[in-house]
C-alpha cells in the first residue's frame, strides 16, 4: 500500500515535527509532501533520504525567509499535489495540511497538532499585536475570514480527525463542525527522565521556556517575579518580544536564550518548579518538565488542564502576576506533594511508544 505523508513546511523542528518523524517511523516508505523545505541539515536526521516533494512555493525568491508572509496562497499550493496513486494519506497539520485534493477510493487520516489559530479564536489578538495600518487591517481580516470558508470546505476531505488534546478536538467541532479521535502527542519522556549533571544552585530558581511572543504570556511571569524578589527565574527562549522583556525584568530574572534539547534538560531537572502561562493546545514542555521529575506551575486552560494533576504542580485560573504569585506560594507550602516519582510517572500518559501504539490503531480500523 502506497503511503503520502502531509506536512505543512519544514523550517525548524518544533513539536509538530516531533509527532512528523513518529508517524514516518510508523511509514518508513512513506513519501512526504510539504508546502517548503527549508530544514536546516543539522535537524534533517529523522527525514533520512525520504523523497520529499514541496510546492511552487519553494521557488519563490524570497520564500526561506518570508514564506508565511504568503499565507494567502496556501490553500493553492496545497491542492496542487498529485496524490492519485496512493491509497493512504496522513496529514500532520497545523494548518493547510488537511486540505490536500483526494479521490474516493483513498482514505484520509489527519493528526491535528493545532488549527490556524491567528484565523480562529486569536485572531484579535493576532492583529491586535500586529499593529497594522487601517487598510492593511481590512486586507488582513479579509484574508482571513477567505481561509476560515476555505478551511471549513476543505474539512470534508478528512476522512477521520484526530486531535492532540481534549481542548482542540472541541475547538474542532465548533470550527469545523467535526469530531475528533483524542491521542496526545509523543514526548520523548525517556529522555527527559534520564539523570544529568546538576546545577551549583539546585532548586533555587524557577524555570519557564517559550518562544517570546505575545500569545505566550511570558510578561505576566516576569511581572510576578518583579514582585518576589527573593525568588529567582530563569527563562528560556527567545523572540520577538526579549528586548522588551528584558527592560521591564528586575535583577532575579535571567534570560538564557534559546538552548538545546540537553541544556533543556538540565533546567527542567534542576528548578524548583516549571512556570507557564501560555494557553496551548498541549503543551509539550510541561511535559518534558514532568518527566524531568519537576512539577508544573501553569494556566488552568488549554492543554495544561489535561497535562497537570493535583500531585504534579498546581494550575491558576486568572492570567494575572497576583494568581501566579498565590500559585508559588501555593506550591511552595505543599511541594511535598508533588514528588519526582508522581511527575515521572503523570509523564508516561504522553511517550513515544504510546502515541504510536493508538495512532496505528486508529488507521487501521479505517
Known amino acids: 500500500m502506497k503511503v503520502a505523508v502531509i506536512h505543512d513546511w519544514l523550517d525548524k523542528k518544533y513539536g509538530a515535527e516531533e509527532v512528523l518523524e513518529q508517524i514516518l517511523t510508523l511509514y518508513p516508505s512513506a513519501d512526504l509532501f510539504t508546502l517548503v523545505d527549508f530544514l536546516p541539515n543539522q535537524q534533517r536526521k529523522f527525514l533520512e533520504n525520504r523523497k520529499i516533494t514541496t510546492s511552487f512555493l519553494q521557488k519563490i525568491p524570497f520564500a526561506k525567509k518570508h514564506f508565511r508572509k504568503l499565507l494567502p496562497l496556501f490553500p493553492i499550493a496545497i491542492e496542487q499535489f498529485d496524490l492519485r496513486d496512493y491509497k493512504l494519506i496522513i496529514s500532520s497539520s497545523h494548518a493547510v495540511a488537511k486540505g490536500v485534493i483526494i479521490h474516493p477510493y483513498q482514505t484520509h487520516i489527519c493528526y491535528m497538532n493545532s488549527q490556524m489559530r491567528y484565523v480562529w479564536d486569536m485572531q484579535a489578538q493576532y492583529l491586535e499585536q500586529a499593529k497594522f495600518s487601517i487598510i492593511k487591517n481590512i486586507l488582513s481580516r479579509k484574508i482571513l475570514h477567505k481561509m476560515r470558508i476555505w478551511e471549513v470546505s476543505s474539512s470534508h476531505r ?10 482542540s478536538s472541541l475547538r ?15 514526548v520523548d519522556v525517556e529522555y527527559f527522565g534520564q539523570k544529568t549533571k546538576e546545577i551549583k544552585h539546585k532548586k533555587e530558581y524557577y524555570f519557564t521556556a517559550s518562544r517570546l511572543v505575545g500569545y ?38 535571567t534570560f538564557l536564550g534559546r538552548l538545546n534539547k540537553e541544556e533543556l534538560r538540565i ?32 494556566y488552568n486552560r488549554g492543554g495544561a488542564a489535561e497535562i497537570v494533576t493535583d500531585n504534579t504542580g498546581v494550575l491558576f485560573n486568572n492570567l494575572s502576576a497576583n494568581d ?24 508516561q500518559d504522553f511517550s513515544i511508544e504510546l502515541f504510536k501504539e493508538k495512532l496505528l490503531e486508529h488507521i487501521k480500523q479505517h
Open 158 to 167: 478528512v476522512d477521520s480527525f484526530i486531535s492532540n488534546s481534549q481542548y
Open 172 to 186: 474542532l467541532k465548533k470550527t469545523l463542525g467535526r469530531k475528533s479521535k483524542v491521542i496526545y502527542p509523543p
Open 267 to 298: 533546567h527542567y531537572q534542576n528548578s524548583k518548579a516549571f512556570i507557564y502561562a501560555a494557553i496551548e493546545d498541549f503543551g509539550i514542555v510541561m511535559v518534558e518538565s514532568l518527566a524531568s521529575g519537576t512539577p508544573v506551575i501553569a
Open 216 to 253: 505566550k504570556n511570558v510578561n505576566i511571569i516576569v511581572e510576578a517575579f518583579n514582585q518576589m524578589p527573593d525568588k529567582k527565574l530563569y527563562i528560556a527562549g527567545d523572540g520577538e518580544e526579549r528586548k522588551s522583556l528584558s527592560k521591564i525584568a528586575n535583577k532575579n530574572i
Open 324 to 347: 501566579i504569585i498565590d500559585s508559588i506560594n501555593n506550591f511552595e507550602n505543599n511541594s511535598k506533594n508533588c514528588t519526582n516519582k508522581k511527575c515521572k510517572n503523570r509523564a
